[in-house]
């Protein structure tokens, strides 16, 4: 059987005619009609992955195939991701890239001729729909002005939609199964250890960035070409703007490769500060790469649909205002976000080893994401396991079968990293609704918010476009 391809994104003309500079403030479940057609006709449902679903029957050895719900959003790899952004900035230089084709079309009536500095600002946590309620919450933040002479459009992250998996195809323009980052927290065939993917820390060690001792050489273990690398041969400075203390961390020291410069920043404030500061006295093409991760810290905590997430949204606009509106020349501003987030209760958190039959069935504990869960099997408990996912499988979660994943288009296009296959297992759980597997580690706890999954409020993030 042929692997389907991916099915794409779907947009209702129910809401709004409003033209794409506009960002649709409704509280509803659609896009502005207005949206390029190659957009606005991309479905999410009818993608065939191998694997179960609750109620389907194992009558058959190879993968039985289902439809991921018609709700479910899936990665838009072919222009309308964040892996079309780093093409997009290489655009916005003079440096014309094919994989922007699609989402430069959408905005290039904002981003003038000759532009000389670039600044992405990357909100971790910020969801498409919960920035639009937000904004239509509160018609006094400085934002509104950006989108008004700017663009805002709705682009999906990648699979998974997790931080690590998008930092490092906004550093790299490549997709999960191209770069290799497919979780949070990986096993890694070159160590035979389970890593951290953000810390770089072995399971076990007490230590951050213990897998450099094992033999992880930063420099070269993303085997890829950087934006950084791209743009400085362009004759294009890249400055790197993060929180301090990841300033330095192991997920840092191999994705920034060809950086001018990483600059620790304590608060958001500051961070802004620093950013103004070099776009003022730079006289060379400048790109400025800002992360800021405090909305996902706050979703985790106190959940993502709460006045604490909303406080530091209206925070975030104020700095903007405050630090970058009216203060410099010549600069385009992009706004983006590597994920949503999606509310979680205690009770929606399900533990596997609550399953006897998965006893003895695991090679390792599961890995990645909790809403996008690799396991590991032994050799030959394949159908035990699907016949026990098929009775106890909880709603909102899907088992898929890995390599079925790949071939479908999940994790990406283009070539698929050797070392993919090893890090995602025989099986994914993937999250298709208020759903996850706790994970059995020191620091997995039940927060009341998460991500990872294929619902629209994780997969869809904003994009906003604006001469400053």
Known sequence: MMSPQPARLGLSRS???????????????????????????????????GGYNRGMKNTEKKPIFFDIPADAVLPDYDGYSIAAIPSLISTAFGAPDPRAAALHAAVEHVIPDGIEKVVLLVLDGVGYDHLGRILAA?????????????????????????????????????????????GYRLYLRETSTITNMIRMSVLGSGKGDSALDEG???????????????????????????????????????IYDGKEKVHGTVTLSDMLVSARRILMRTQVKTFLSLYWGAPDGIAHTYGPWTDEFTAELRAIDAAIERELIGQVENTLLIISADHGFVPMRESDYHDLTAIPELEHALLLPPLGEPRASYLYLREGTRKRVMAAFEEHLEDGL???????????????????????????????????????????????????????????????????????
Do not use: N, W
């Not at 005619?17 to 009609?33: D, G, H, K, L, N």
């Not at 990648?158 to 770069?179: D, I, K, R």
């Not at 999250?431 to 869809?460: C, Q, V, W």
């Open 15 to 49: 809401c709004s005619t409003a033209p794409v500079r506009t960002v649709i403030y409704e509280a509803c479940t659609s896009f502005p009609s207005s949206l390029p057609a190659t957009l606005r006709s991309r479905r999410s449902s009818h993608l065939s992955l």
């Open 138 to 182: 509160h018609p006094e933040l400085a934002l509104h002005r950006l989108i008004d002479s700017g663009a805002m459009l709705p682009i999906t992250s990648v699979f998974p939609p997790t931080t690590v998996s998008a930092l490092t195809t906004y550093s790299t323009g490549l997709t999960p199964q191209e770069h290799g980052m497919v």
């Open 216 to 254: 992880i050489d930063p420099k070269t273990f993303l085997g890829v070409s950087t934006l950084y690398s791209r743009l400085r041969r362009a004759g294009v400075e890249s400055h790197i703007l993060i929180g301090k203390h990841i300033s330095g961390s192991g997920l840092s020291s191999i």
């Open 398 to 468: 899907v088992v898929i079968d890995s390599d079925t994943a790949l071939a479908s288009g999940l994790f990406g296009v283009g070539p698929v990293r050797e070392a993919v296959r090893d890090r995602i297992g025989d099986l994914i759980i993937v999250s298709t609704g208020p759903a996850a597997i706790l994970h059995p580690y020191k620091d997995a706890i039940k927060l009341k918010g998460m991500h990872g999954g294929l619902t629209r409020d994780e997969m869809l993030i904003p994009l906003i476009v604006a001469k400053l």
